[in-house]
């Protein structure tokens, strides 16, 4: 299914205008074939006024429905008669077919996004018409606006429990940027663009949680190329959401929308294992530091000694260094201030 965009000149105003001139002209047929009627020799000239002017006022009324109101970044699918008619894309008052009807199954579908929190343009109404692109439903009492909206929508999608590359269980939601750029194809190629557009967006990420891990960890590969590398969800933030953007996209083609930026809104571990995970994060990183305070503690050592041979300051054998070394990696590994013990006498 191809787009076809109506080239159609912007005459709303004018048949508006000739419409409403039109129907005067038949409201005084009307009221002159009434008249006329009861003079004797003019009643066949009044009963054939009053008989235009009837038919004319009973379907008078039917080109108003071919008035449509556009505003900017908003676009009309119309069909007649069961068949794709076109798109009405540019802004303006526009009148084409009165018997086209407008087209978008999911008008009524409210997604957590921009655009749908405010109940999808809904007002009270009664009757049964087509007018200006709203279809009035007399069943329910409300007026549908079937207007595609061009513009850049925010899809904020629920957070979803996944679990990464090493099985541990994930929290995460994102948030998509996406417009439609076929109205066509959103409109006849799937059921519903939008259901079908948040169902992708849950699937996408599914998919490229599920080779990441949350931290960076071993023997892991998430690009794909046979080698370990560093990826995780945590610190390549960018790259998963830019993966998640790619997935989307290559699934939402076929219904004309367009992906601009995928960015992750919310990650963390499940609530059923953030504890220990908190109290591994934690380990780790007084391991980390552990290994930061013996390096530099031994250096501190080595230089130490060194100094003092060669200054002379001190011959040391290989007892007295083994003690020196001992008590300044104490004093320097330690978590609490030294306690020095004066020795008065001698180690022999």
Known sequence: MEEKVLSVKRNGF??????????????????????????????VLGGIMLAVGAIGMFFGWIPLCGLHV?????????????????????????????????????????????????????????????????????????????????????????????????????????????????????????????????????TAVRNIVRIYPYDVAENVDTTGDGMADEGSLRGSSEIVAERIRQEIQQKVNEAGLEIIEARITYLAYAPEIAAVMLQRQQARAIIDARKMIVDGAVGMVEMALDRLQKGGMVELDDERKASMVSNLLVVLCGNHDAQPVVNSGTLY
């Open 70 to 202: 556009m505003k900017p970044q908003e676009a009309l699918v119309l069909t007649l008669f069961g068949k794709y008619y076109g798109t009405l894309k540019n802004d303006g008052f526009y009148w084409v077919n009165p018997f086209c009807t407008s087209f978008n199954p999911a008008a009524k579908t409210k997604l957590n996004q921009s655009g749908d929190v405010n109940g999808g343009n809904k007002a009270s109404a009664s009757g049964a018409a087509v007018f200006f692109g709203a279809e009035i439903a007399a069943t329910q009492g409300t007026v549908t606006n079937n207007k595609i909206s061009l513009k850049i929508m925010t899809l904020n999608n629920s957070r979803q429990k996944i679990n990464d590359c090493l099985g541990n269980p994930v929290e995460i939601g994102i948030a998509v940027m996406w417009k439609v750029v076929d109205t066509a194809k959103a409109v006849f190629n799937v059921d519903n663009y939008k259901e079908y557009l948040s169902l992708q967006c849950d």
């Open 14 to 43: 004018k048949v508006l205008f000739l419409n409403i001139l039109a129907l005067a002209v038949f409201i005084a047929l009307f009221v002159c074939g009434i008249i006329l009627i009861d003079s004797e020799r003019a009643s």
